[in-house]
């Protein structure tokens, strides 16, 4: 069986199937039909010589920033699906945080001759946009955006400020907003500044305190903060579970006493007791549109610059809506 007798089966020429084959341009309904025909006939085309024809290796780096994240993963399960349906494999590399890693990383990948790299990073640095610009890797930005490179992000200031608008509502005394320091843009500026811009609309103004994205870095963040307001914002899920803990540790009635939320819409928010309010971004489509993207720009397709993904409001139980206007 080779790509002749795949064609004349599919009624097609052997060009269509060579596109279909190297990731190329290829109706809904001819895709369909040639995939039918591999799976009865158990065809496997040559990958090392389809590399060598096409000049490309099928494969796509993915740069993560750690792996203990709920996000990141599921932005990664995305990626890992929409590239394996159309061939390519996925490679990942694990920075633990650390810049210089990520800007070896794309230098490395780049060397190993990839066919495109996917970065998920919590900062673009000059450096970054030097690796990104020296290398002959097409890449994508997943969570943060710079005017020169592609990206998909959330919508972290609308999605701020929506919750920033339902906290206002309530008419709380006594605001705190906890999350991370500036140097990331899309949580430590984008998302805390919609919050800013929600509570003014209700002449409402938060004390802001940061952490990190660790669980137990939260966790001791909150003891600090838990007694001293009637309600707290926080950056992440993770945040906000830190700071659920720490009004247990002491002893404090959540939502009674105390209102939390926070951002990503984390499995782990619905099972908790009280279940977190949250806002829920689609990672998972995330990063399938990620991966889509870099192989349209791989295709030599043209894509808009930044695309910007919805999110859902989920309001659960940890919230005390009994002063507010619902």
Known sequence: MNISDIASLAKVSKSTVSRYLNGGSVSQKTKDKIDKIVKETGYLPNQFAQSLKAKRTFMIGAIIPRLDSYAVNQILEGVETYLRENKYQTLIVNTSQKIEQEIEALYTLNKNKVDGILLIATQITPQHLEAIQAIKAPVILIGQSDAHVPSVIQNDFDAGQTMGELFGQQHFRRIAYLGVE?????????????????????????????????????????????????????????????????????????????????????????????????????????????????????????IEQVEVMNFELIKNSSIDFSKGNE
């Open 182 to 302: 500036e140097y990331d843009e899309a949580v430590g500026i984008e998302r805390k500044n919609g919050v800013i811009t929600g509570l003014k609309r209700y002449h409402q103004t938060p004390d802001i305190y940061y952490t990190t994205f660790d669980l137990q870095h939260a966790v001791l963040s909150a003891q600090q903060l838990v007694s001293k307001y009637d309600a707290i914002i926080c950056g992440t899920d993770n945040i906000a579970l830190g700071t659920l803990k720490a009004a247990h540790q002491q002893h404090l009635s959540v939502p009674k006493q105390l209102s939390i939320a926070g951002f990503g819409g984390y499995d782990t928010t619905s099972i908790v007791t009280p279940s977190l309010a949250t806002i829920r971004f689609p990672y998972k489509q995330t990063g399938a549109t990620a991966a889509q993207k870099l192989i349209r720009i791989i295709n030599g397709d043209t």
